[in-house]
């Protein structure tokens, strides 16, 4: 086997592999089945492309490969029922329409399966990725990534969930799950939770890339765009926020002129759209504008602190959380001084917000460092280092207690 024709089929995959599954579930009315059959087209590429040339329409030869495996399964399953009567004549489309899209990201992320679930089919049928790929990313073995995309097609295929764009008010109340998924992804592609890496690179590329998908399918959906912004201005930090050991560099010292301006300049315009196309900014649009905030000062001191209090607060009014007090106790201290940011914090602590996450000490620590009471942020820095699961944030936590002497 060429690398050249291995080296084609996965990038063909990649990009068109999408297009692919929600075409053959359109012709089957199956997703199971279409994602199946769609694997076995792949299976067969990576065999016949090496041995007899990349063929001059990948896309359309896979496609055409699936349907064929599916009118052999509707064959084997009964002869010549409607569905397979329908699919051996429907005409080939090489191209599958928005709407196959709209419908695979929605089916996808179907409110009766599981958060881990979702997260697994959406990197696996909308972003081409391996289950082996899956599992790097988030540090799970395979066989857990692979027996968690079986039992969702299973639960779907029981539940005949139809392959379709749910009715307009369906549609909206089932976008938030939707636009959830593709930021955990990102999340952990920007700050892995556990592992040796800050940050997985890919894993927040997809969730870019698949949330522009659905920019162009949704284009008057003001929180899509409310999301994009919130990824690219996020992402725009990443070149600069690890040192050349990989270490991660805080938000003070790190060289803005490293960050990606092209990724603030279209983080901000969708930032613009989502002003324009909706009725005040969502949650994510709140988020983005406190992201651009960071992007457009020319250092911490100069940063406009006291409108990222004021959006903090609104943010906690529209999606209310503790990693949202926290988040706005941070900018407060910023603001106002430790003292205040404090006061905020020790309410989370009393309230038992956050048992169990690092965030919360590791803020804590911070704080108490500040106002001189080197002790119990020493303690409460300790505590994070035990709580964090990532290496290299267990790494700064670390710094940061040698620091205080």
């Known amino acids: 086997m060429t690398g050249t024709g ?5 990038a063909v995959w990649r990009i068109e592999s999408a297009r692919i599954v929600g075409a053959l579930a359109r012709s089957t009315g199956d997703f199971s089945l279409a ?6 087209a792949l299976a067969q590429a990576l065999v016949s492309w090496p041995r007899d040339g990349v063929p001059a329409n990948p896309a359309g030869w896979l496609l055409t490969t699936g349907r064929r495996r599916a009118i052999d399964a509707f064959r084997r399953r009964s002869a010549l029922d409607e569905r397979y009567a329908a699919l051996a004549h429907e005409p080939p489309r090489e191209e599958a329409p928005g709407d196959d899209l709209l419908a695979l990201m929605f089916i996808a992320c179907h409110p009766m399966l599981s958060r881990e679930a979702q997260v697994a089919l959406t990197l696996r049928v909308l972003g081409g990725l391996t289950s082996d790929e899956i599992a ?31 009715p307009d008010e369906e549609c909206r109340a089932r976008l938030g799950p939707l636009l959830s998924v593709l930021y955990l992804i990102f999340t952990e592609g920007s700050s892995a939770t556990s592992g040796e890496e800050l940050i997985r690179p890919d894993l927040a590329r997809e969730a870019i890339r698949l949330t522009r998908v659905l920019v162009t399918l949704l284009p008057d959906e003001p929180e899509v765009h409310g999301l994009l912004a919130l990824l690219e201005l996020t992402a725009a930090r990443f070149p600069a926020r690890l040192d050349a050991d990989g270490d991660p ?29 909706g009725r005040g900014l969502g949650p994510y649009g709140v988020q983005a504008a406190i992201a651009e905030c960071h ?6 001191a100069e940063t406009d602190w006291q409108r990222i209090v004021l959006l903090y607060e609104a943010l906690g009014r529209i ?35 956050l048992a169990g996450s690092h965030l919360l000490p590791s803020v804590r620590g911070e704080l108490l460092g500040r ?19 990532n290496a290299r944030e267990r790494g700064l936590l670390e710094r940061k207690i040698a620091a205080l002497g």
């Open 6 to 10: 291995r080296e084609a089929v996965e």
């Open 35 to 40: 994602e199946d059959v769609a694997q076995e």
């Open 136 to 166: 790097r990313g988030f540090l799970v073995p395979t066989a857990t990534v692979q027996a968690r995309i079986t039992r969702a097609k299973k639960t779907l295929s029981a539940a005949r969930v139809p392959f379709e764009v749910p």
């Open 249 to 277: 560099v805080l938000l003070e010292q790190q060289d803005r002129r490293r960050w990606d301006r092209e990724a603030i300049r279209r983080g901000r315009a969708a930032l613009a759209q989502a002003g324009r196309v």
């Open 295 to 300: 992007a457009v000062a020319p250092s911490v």
């Open 319 to 353: 999606a209310p959380s503790p990693v949202v007090e926290l988040n706005g106790a941070v900018a407060l201290s910023m603001a106002r001084g430790p003292a205040a940011a404090l006061a905020v914090v020790d309410e989370l602590v009393a309230g038992g917000s």
């Open 371 to 389: 106002l001189g009471r080197t002790d119990e942020a020493r303690a409460e820095l300790a505590l994070a280092v035990r709580l964090c699961g």
